[in-house]
């Protein structure tokens, strides 16, 4: 539908998003150790980390050779694995374009706290849906979800640049392609979508997003907030300031030959 790419929103409370950063280079990192490993050796890892709900809720046991972590911890660490470099790409894009000033809004630990529950809820949401389910979920889509809907909630107004239709370039208020964005995850879900997609665990990460949000942001943290230029401009309410005198310029004294000569002696 759309590919964002740059948003016009500064930062406000932190100097620097290390924690967003911090994020895409974990899941760089996962992904290239992965990929590096050969195929059997990134498929016991989807197996062995990616959220699979059968083996979760004991209808279904995982082969001992591919146990690697408590079936629980598997709420999170399948948000770490992706399938290709389009799937990370993706994902790491909207956490980069939107992921900064959520973090902003929220603060470091908080964020980090946010991103992490979100992603929890979007395994969780996938795992009441799809009880049985023998395949394993994977990619920090419910995570970006989350983030995604916090930003809407959060700067509805700011302008972004978007790639729509990966062709066309647009600079539009955010709450324009993001909404759309939301329903189209809704309409996916309602209508049962793709397979290779987990709408639901979208759905999670999103509910998970607009919640904690209101619970998490920063004290004096306002929503929907308008565009960021706006934040800045001047109140027109203030009383002008009267501007200084300018100092007077020294005059000059007149010789006898009728030529200015600095005052002072000679």
Not at 48 to 68: C, K, M, Q, W, Y
Not at 83 to 97: K, Q, R
Not at 121 to 130: D, Y
Not at 184 to 206: K, L, N, P, R, T
Request: glycine share 10%; hydrophobic share 55%; net charge negative.
């Amino acid at each position: 539908m759309f590919i964002p790419l740059y948003d016009t929103n500064r930062l406000r409370h932190i100097r620097l998003q290390y924690v967003t950063i911090g994020l895409i280079v974990v899941n760089a990192l996962v992904y290239c150790a992965t990929a590096l490993g050969g195929e059997n050796f990134t498929n016991a890892a989807v197996l062995g980390l990616g959220f699979i709900p059968s083996v979760v809720h004991n209808t279904a046991e995982l082969d001992p050779r591919f146990i690697i972590i408590p079936e629980s911890l598997s709420y999170l660490t399948y948000s770490f694995l992706h399938a290709d470099i389009f799937h990370l790409g993706g994902n790491m894009l909207f956490l980069w374009v939107f992921g900064d000033n959520v973090e902003d809004a929220l603060g470091h630990i908080r964020y980090l706290i946010f991103y992490l529950l979100c992603a929890i809820a979007g395994a969780a949401f996938q795992g009441l849906v799809a009880w049985d389910s023998q395949v394993p979920l994977i990619g920090a889509s419910g995570a970006i979800a989350g983030v995604v809907v916090a930003y809407l909630i959060l700067y509805p107004r700011v302008k972004v640049w978007v790639l729509a239709f990966a062709r066309i370039p647009l600079r539009i208020p955010a709450f324009i392609p993001l909404i759309l964005w939301v329903l189209f995850q809704v309409f996916m879900f309602a209508a049962g979508g793709e397979d290779q997609i987990s709408w639901a665990c979208h759905i999670g990460g999103i509910i998970a997003g607009a919640v904690l949000v209101l619970v998490l942001r920063s004290r004096g943290v306002p929503l929907f907030a308008g565009a960021d230029e706006d934040a800045v401009a001047p109140k027109l309410d203030q009383p002008p300031v009267a501007a200084e005198p300018a100092a007077p310029e020294p005059q000059a004294t007149t010789t006898r030959w009728g030529r200015g000569t600095p005052p002072g002696p000679n």
